[in-house]
Structure formats: C-alpha cells, structure tokens
C-alpha cells in the first residue's frame, strides 16, 4: 500500500516536470552552433585582451625597413651637411673667406649655391666678385643662385651680368637680372626696365621691375606704380604697392594711405609697408589713417602696434582748422613759418609753461602754445620735418601709448630714441617783447 501511494503522488508530479522541461528546454538547452559562439567570444575576448601582438604584427607589415646606405652615398651626404652647416656659421659670422671658399670650390653644387644665396643676403660689396667669378665657372644650378645674391646686392658693378642675364634663356636669372637693375639706380638700367622689363609678357619679370623702378624715386614713375595698383591683377597691386614704399617720398606714402580706405585688399600690406619705411612720412600717413579711422578698435590697435613698433609712442596732434599758424615762437605775433591746413598731424615736442588769451571767433580762449614737429611743405625742403609753436585751441591732441605687458619689460631695459627724437633740433630762446616766460 505504501508503494501505491507513493506512485499515486509521483504519478502527477514526474508529468509536471515534464511539462516545465519541455517550456525551459529552449532557455536551457545549447546547440552546436552555440557551442561554436561561445568558443568564438572566447577568442575574440582573448584578442582583446592582448591586441599587441597583432598591432606588432601590422606595424612589422607596414614599417619600411631603412634603407642601408653604401659607403660612396654616406660620405656625399655627410659632405653635404657639413657644408651646408659650415656656410650657414659663415653667413652669421660676416666670415667672407669661408663664403669665398665653399662658394668657389665646394666639390657639391648645392653648398656652393647655399654660399652664393648667403653672400647676397649679406648684402657687402665684398660678395659682389665672388658672385662674378661664380657665374664665370659654374654650371646652372650654381649660376642662377649666384645672380640672385647679386640681384640683392644690386651693385653698379654687376650691370654687365645683369644686362647678359637679361637675355638668359634661363628664366631665373632673367627675373633676377631684371629685380637687380634697380637696385643699382643707374640711368641705363632704369631705360631697359621701362623698355624692356614693363613690356615683357613673363609677369614675375614685371614684378621685378616695378620693383626696381621704386628704387629711383622718380616722381613720373608714380603714374606706372598707380596704374598697377588699380589693375585688376592682385599680384600686380602687391608688386605696385611694395615698390610704393621703396619711393619713399612724401607722394607715395600719401598715395598709399589713399589706397587704404578702398583697397580693402591691401590694408594689412599697406600698413606694413609704411611701417617698414620708418621716416616721418610714413609715420604722419599712419596717424592720418588712425584719425581717419578712430571708430574701428580693430584698425586702431593695429596702427598703435606698428607706431609702438617704430618707437613712435607720445602725444600726437591733429590740426582742426584751416589755416592754422605755425610760429617760430610762443607769443603773440611772432613770425610765421607757414599756415597748416586741417587733418595736418605731427608730434608734440613740448608744451609752454605761460598761457595765453587770444579773441578767436568773437570769444576768448585762454590756452598754452605747444611745440609740434610737422613735414615740410615744399618738396624740394632740405629736411623732412620742421618745428614750430601752434596755439592749443588749433589743435586735437593723442597719445600712443605701449602696451602694459611692453611697459614692464621696458623699465629693465635702457632707453631707446625714437625715430623722430632725431629729426628733432634744439631751439633758441624765443625772443619775447612782451616779457613772458620763455621756456617751455
């Protein structure tokens, strides 16, 4: 009986188990192909965990093996970067006879063009015939290297081998031959530039001798310089705009500082070329663009980083009105050196310690004359600047200051005279009638 029971109550409970074996069989169960994955995530894990071995692998693949060099090839190369090195110790010491030497007879074309770039940079007399004797007796590589040093050395001496290189059938020295003929401003040469450089349908050529031409400072070349600054060419208003500022005359700084407001282009090239000038014209043509543009911050940081450059920190004035005087003392009555027109800039020397009253448009201003350094009116003036005492009511003071950063690393440093503290000159003791204080 014990035994029936016990069937009687396993009976339903083994078809249970049944039953759930067969619903879980699917959850439970692993097929072959499961037993592959699972074998697959096992190696895949195992890659995982160390992928040095294949990056070894590919980096071994990829990597080219160094080139094993002969002996013949390691001397030439070791040859050349001693050479190489030896010309580049040479040009920094102004050591002439070593340039002399690996220029002349360096067994390795490359050093002895590296010798002849290095002397024309240089920029001596002393390199002049070394370059000749260069071009005498090398071959190509080593010519066209040496007729560019004597292209930036631009002596008179070298107007043969310009004129020869004029007609190479090399072009490289046939621009440099043309870019060197300015340089030497001899009248000959500025003839076949006109001639010959501006006709030539190679445009580095006219390019170079644009800027040659700028060397002459001569006024009919500005019409040419202004021509290809309105060409629709961008490498010619370049060309035009740098041979410009090579004039250095009161005419083309001012032309360029008309260019600034339209040639939009050109803004950043213009206020380099003045900048690089550093004489008064360009400095007065930077102040007038400052004014001209006191509402962009961007223009005005931009100028005040460049006078900052040329050491052109102070107080600048602006005439505000026509017909202003410049005196040649600070009274009253005292002889005019001439009347200075509105937007006129210049730079404060100094400020008179004695003020004055003056009936100016029916009222009375009471105010100090000051000192101002202005350009010379007349182009054909001995000097570029004159001085003179302006009345404080004519004009619109502005300082140029440097940065703060600049202010502390100048307070260890000795101080440095500006460009236009040696365009200044002392004057007399004014001679006043009516026994006011004279000195500033």
């Known amino acids: 009986m014990f035994a029936r029971l016990n069937f009687r109550f ?27 994955n699972t074998s697959d995530v096992g190696n895949n894990s195992s890659e995982t965990e160390d992928p040095s071995a294949s990056d070894e692998q590919d980096t071994n693949k990829k990597k080219p093996k160094k080139p094993v060099l002969d002996p013949e090839s390691k001397r030439y190369n070791d040859l050349l970067k001693a050479g190489l090195l030896k010309v580049f110790e040479g040009e920094a010491t102004y050591n ?7 220029g002349l007879t360096h067994p390795i074309p490359r050093v002895r063009a590296a010798a002849a770039l290095a002397l024309g940079r240089l920029k001596s007399p002393v390199g002049v015939k070394i370059l000749h ?26 107007l043969d081998y310009f004129y020869v290189g004029a007609k190479s059938s090399d ?33 580095e050529i006219v390019k ?71 004489n008064s014209f360009a400095i007065f043509a930077l102040l007038r663009i400052l004014n001209a543009n006191a509402d962009s911050e961007n223009i005005v940081n931009e100028i005040s980083a460049r ?31 001439r009347d200075l027109e509105a937007g006129e800039v210049g730079k404060v020397v100094s400020k008179h310690s004695v003020a004055y009253i003056i009936p100016i448009e029916g009222q009375r201003i009471e105010d100090f004359y000051y000192k101002v350094l202005v350009n010379t009116k007349y182009k054909d003036a001995f000097t570029e600047t004159v001085q003179g005492w302006v009345f404080g009511k004519y004009i ?19 101080k440095q005279p500006s460009i236009l503290d040696d365009m200044e000159t002392s004057e007399p003791a004014p001679n006043n009638p009516q026994g006011e204080n004279p000195n500033p």
Do not use: C
């Not at 500025?190 to 445009?203: N, Q, Y």
């Open 396 to 414: 619109q003071i502005r300082t140029i200051s440097m940065p703060k950063e600049e202010k502390e690393n100048k307070r260890k440093k000795p």
């Open 307 to 337: 006078l900052y450059k040329l050491k052109a920190v102070g107080k600048y004035m602006t005439i505000v009105s026509d017909n202003t005087p410049l005196l040649r003392e600070p009274y009253v009555g005292a002889p005019k050196i």
């Open 171 to 203: 072009r490289e020295i046939r621009v440099a031959s043309f870019r060197g003929m300015g340089k030497t401003l001899d009248p000959g040469a500025r003839e076949v530039l006109l001639k010959k450089g501006l006709k030539s349908d190679d445009k």
């Open 96 to 102: 002439y006879p070593r340039l002399k030497q690996y």
């Open 10 to 36: 396993l009976f339903p409970g083994l078809l249970l188990i049944a039953f759930f074996g067969v619903w879980f069989s699917p959850i439970f169960a692993q097929t072959p192909e499961d037993t592959n």
């Open 208 to 278: 170079a001798t644009l800027l040659g031409l700028g060397y002459y400072q001569v006024p009919e070349d500005l019409r040419i310089f202004i021509d290809y600054l309105n060409s629709e060419d961008e490498e010619f208003q370049k060309a035009a705009v740098e041979a410009l500022g090579r004039h250095k005359t009161r005419t083309s700084m001012k032309i360029l500082e008309d260019s600034f407001k339209d040639k939009t282009n050109l803004r950043s090239q213009i206020l380099d070329t003045l900048t690089e000038q550093k």
């Open 133 to 158: 004797q260069m071009i005498d007796r090398d071959g190509e590589w080593v010519r066209q290297a040496a007729y560019k040093g004597l292209a930036d050395i631009g002596s008179r001496s070298s």
